[in-house]
Every structure is written in structure tokens, then in C-alpha cells.
């Protein structure tokens, strides 16, 4: 598939520069349009899209580069700490920023794995490189903008802009508000398209060396292990291989063995029909626009899987971007609509069957072996089945104090043990569960209210619980 995909990126263009490059992508992070005239290289600064290829903040990088015949450069900033991402969560990460570094070098393009905050390192770099314009990717969550802002105060004197490499259409493109739900922005995504559902020209050797090439040490990768000040107990898991290589082999597995079951089987745990793709999803190591495009070729055999996918990859991902993007609550019950917020208050006293403790959690030890196999399969594997997630978290919800304290832990669990945690859809997934956001109003009940419940029995109806018990039944 690695080649296949080499070989459609090279047939639309042999160069960036011929490629028309859709401006509305890109945005202003700072009021400085033009490139100082002793600029010496153009950079990149890595955060959320952490592959080389299908990646359009790449692209337009090199492109300006090419224009300005200037060196092109690659940074990624790495933090010490990072919303609670434990080892598991950074070695991913490490490891597929270890082939980004490689495939720089074979474009004469140059990596940097700088270690601290942005703010600190980059003026120093941009200095040192006489940089003339940073380009940056886009996340919608709180501690990447701020550290975007932080760096706009900071560098004044070069253009700083962002490209949205992760959503099909721009987030801010796509909707300029928050939105109720798949029902209000659907449209919006399906209608932008044919605008934006095109295919990624090719990252290529980049033709202009900079004299610091032969300066810059390959990355001390054990160094940058060391620096890290992290939970070093949740550690890596076997099933999932980082990087761009380990997740195209993931998709090509999908579209071999799983997308014929994914219609009828995506919301059965024990089918393993579905992608398995949000971990290389997540640090931007493989282009959910990629996964798309070659999924959307597969329409005239699978239509019905085909179209699912588009759903969850398309339009329920890109509207997890929209909420985080515009609900600064996105992670706690401020960022519930009032409907929701009153009918959980009006439950809040409500007495709850069973009250269990973060910890009593945490380590699998509640009465249904359902809810404790799904928390078992997340600390050995970092992850869940996305059904199962709704009913852990609702579970959640059920059997502890508040609801505030009910997202709290869904979100320590979530952030500590999945692959895909820190993620606006991993937010979104407990938003849902317990605060109903993108959801409606449902009959009213105790504790919940008219938040959506789910049960044990109605797992029962979908598939087979006993199986998926046995096979994570102890931790
Ligand atoms: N991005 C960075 O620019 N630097 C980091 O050190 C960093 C660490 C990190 C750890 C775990 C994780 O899940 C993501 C991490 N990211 C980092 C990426 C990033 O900011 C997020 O993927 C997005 O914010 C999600 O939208």
C-alpha cells in the first residue's frame, strides 16, 4: 500500500511547486505578511501532524521554501509533560518522530527534536537559522493554542502561519460556531468536499541544502526518553507499531481483512471489524484525509462500510474538532447545553446503587464484568471499542458522586491508558456519555436524567458479552 500510495502522490504533480496549493487552509497566526530579505531558511514547527507525507502543513512549507529557494527545516518541541500522556503515549510518539527525522534526511530536509516549550526554544532557533517565515499545524485544544499564542508574542519580526493539517475541511472553514451535532455540520463538511477532498501532491527532495546540514547532530533519541517526566509504569503495548509505516500497515490490514465486516460488525467488540487507525490518528503519523481517500475508492464493493467510515472519520471526527475549537468547556459540565446541565442537577442528590472510588475503577474492581473487562482491555492494550466506551463512561456517570466527578475520571482513565487519549474525540466521547453534548433528550430517569442510559441487557441484545468478558477478564 506504502508504494501504492507513492505512486498516485507522484502521478498528480512531480513538484510542489506546480500544484495549485488552496490558500484557505492556511491562516495568519500574526499580523507580519512579509519575509525579511536576509532570511536564510523556511521551518516548520511540528506538533499535532507528525508525518512528512500527505501532510498539508508540509507541503505548503516546502512550497514557500521552494518559492523563496531557501533550506527548508523541520522542529518538533518536545514538553516533558503532557496532559498526564504517561511513557506508553510518548514512546508512540518518539518512535514515529524517529522516522519523520529519517525521511527528512533522505529529502534534504533537516529535523530537529528541540526538548522544552516552544516559547523558549523556538526564538533562539529562529535566530540561529535566520529563519524567515514559521509555518505551524493546527489543534484545537487548550495547551497547543496556547503555546501558538505564546509563541506569536514572542517572534515579531517573521511571519508566523497555521495550516489546519488534520481536518479534511479547515475547522475554522467549516463551521464558524459551535455546533449541536453530526445533523447541523454534516452538511456543511459534505458541501466543502469537493473543494478539499483532493489528493496530497508529494513532499520531495528538497533542492536547497542549508550550510547548517552538516552541523546538525542526528537526535539523541535516548536523550529525549530521558527528558521526559512521565508515569513510567503505563508502558508501551505490542499490538500497535508507531509511525507511518506501522500505520499504513494498520490501514492496509483494514481494507484486507476488516472493512468487508465493518457495516454489520463495527459495533460488536468481539468482531474486530473496525479500523484500529485513531492511535496513528492521533499524533498525525498517518492523514485521516489519506485514509479516506483510499476507503472512498472501495465505495463500489463496500458501499455501506464505505459510507460508515466516512461518518466516523469524516464528519464525527472533524465535529470533535469543532467542539473543542469553540467550547472552552470542552472537558468539564460548563461545556454541557443548559437543557443538559439542569436535568443533570436536577438528579444531582439522587441515590446512586453503587458508588465506587477512582481507584476501585481504575483497577477493574466493580460488580460488572463488563465494565471491568473494558477497563482491563484499555490498560493492556490502550484502547477501547468505541461502543464500549459509551457504556464505560456512562457507567461512570452512574456510579460516582457528581457528574463532575464522573468526567474527571473518565478523562484521567481515558488520558492515562489510551493511545488516542488527549484527543478533541476522546473529549468529545465523554461529553457525550455524560453531559449529552451532540446528543438529544431521552425519557428521564434517576441519576442520569435525560442523558442517554444504557444497560447491561441492551449490551446483550448487540453482542455477545460473555465472550468479550472471558477474553479480559483479569488485568
Ligand atoms: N505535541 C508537541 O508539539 N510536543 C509534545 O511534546 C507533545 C507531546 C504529546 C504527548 C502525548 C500526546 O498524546 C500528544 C502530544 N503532542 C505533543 C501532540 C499534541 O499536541 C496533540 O496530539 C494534539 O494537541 C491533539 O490535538
Redesign the pocket.
Known amino acids: 500500500l506504502i508504494k501504492a500510495i507513492d505512486h498516485v502522490r507522484t502521478s498528480i504533480c512531480t513538484s510542489v511547486e506546480d500544484f495549485h496549493f488552496n490558500k484557505t487552509r492556511v491562516r495568519p497566526m500574526n499580523n507580519i505578511n512579509h519575509i525579511p530579505k536576509d532570511s536564510q531558511t523556511i521551518l516548520y514547527w511540528m ?2 501532524d507528525q508525518r512528512i507525507q500527505d501532510n498539508w502543513a508540509m507541503l505548503y512549507a516546502q512550497r514557500l521554501a521552494l518559492k523563496q529557494q531557501l533550506p527548508l527545516h523541520v522542529a ?4 516533558p509533560t ?2 498526564a ?1 504517561p511513557l506508553r ?2 514512546r508512540f ?1 518518539l518512535k514515529g518522530l524517529r522516522e519523520v527525522e529519517q525521511e527528512c534526511q533522505q529529502l534534504n530536509i533537516i529535523f530537529h527534536l528541540l526538548t522544552g516549550q516552544a516559547e523558549k526554544v523556538l526564538p533562539k532557533f529562529v535566530e540561529k537559522y535566520q529563519v524567515g517565515t514559521i509555518i505551524t499545524d493546527f ?3 487548550r ?2 493554542r496556547q503555546w501558538v499564542e505564546n509563541v506569536a508574542k514572542k517572534i515579531t519580526t517573521i511571519p508566523i502561519v497555521q495550516v489546519d493539517a488534520h481536518n479534511v475541511v479547515p475547522c475554522w472553514y467549516a463551521s464558524s460556531k459551535l455546533e449541536y451535532g453530526a445533523r447541523t455540520i454534516r452538511n456543511k463538511l459534505h458541501k466543502n468536499m469537493e473543494e478539499f477532498f483532493t489528493e496530497y501532491p508529494p513532499v520531495i527532495k528538497h533542492p536547497h541544502t542549508s550550510p547548517a546540514h552538516h552541523q546538525v547532530k542526528p537526535t539523541d533519541w535516548q536523550a529525549a526518553d530521558d527528558s521526559l517526566q512521565v508515569d513510567r509504569t503505563v508502558d508501551e503495548v505490542a499490538w500497535a507499531v508507531p509511525g507511518y509505516t506501522g500505520g499504513i500497515e494498520q490501514l492496509e490490514s483494514f481494507i484486507n481483512e476488516r472493512v468487508c465486516n465493518f457495516a454489520l460488525g463495527r459495533n460488536d467488540p468481539n468482531k474486530g471489524a473496525i479500523s484500529n487507525l485513531s492511535p496513528w490518528i ?3 503519523q498517518i492523514s485521516p484525509q489519506r485514509a479516506l481517500l483510499i476507503i472512498a475508492k472501495l465505495r463500489p464493493k463496500f458501499k455501506e462500510a464505505c459510507d460508515s467510515f466516512i461518518e466516523e472519520a469524516f464528519v464525527r471526527r472533524e465535529l470533535g474538532d469543532n467542539y473543542c475549537y469553540y467550547q472552552e468547556n470542552y472537558d468539564n459540565i460548563n461545556g454541557a447545553w443548559d437543557w443538559a446541565k439542569k436535568t443533570l442537577n436536577d438528579h444531582r442528590n439522587d441515590k446512586r446503587t453503587h458508588v465506587y472510588s477512582r481507584d476501585d475503577l481504575e483497577y477493574a474492581r466493580t460488580y460488572d464484568k463488563l465494565w471491568n473487562a473494558s477497563q482491563i482491555q484499555m490498560i493492556k492494550e490502550g484502547k477501547m471499542h468505541g461502543f464500549v466506551r459509551m457504556y464505560w463512561a456512562k457507567k461512570i456517570l452512574e456510579w460516582t458522586n457528581s457528574p463532575e466527578e464522573a468526567i474527571e475520571i473518565a478523562i484521567y482513565l481515558n488520558d492515562k491508558y489510551n493511545l488516542d ?4 474525540n476522546g473529549y468529545v466521547g465523554v461529553m457525550w456519555s455524560i453531559c449529552g453534548i451532540h446528543d438529544q433528550g431521552w425519557r428521564e430517569r434517576p441519576v442520569f436524567g435525560k442523558i442517554r442510559y444504557m444497560n447491561y441487557d441492551g449490551c446483550k441484545r448487540k453482542f455477545d458479552v460473555a465472550k468479550y468478558e472471558n477474553k479480559y477478564s483479569s488485568l
Request: net charge positive.
Open positions: 506538533s499535532r518538533f518541541c518536545l514538553v503532557f496532559l500522556a503515549a510518548y510518539m489543534s484545537p485544544l495547551v497547543p492521533h499524533y498525525g487519549g488527549r484527543d478533541p
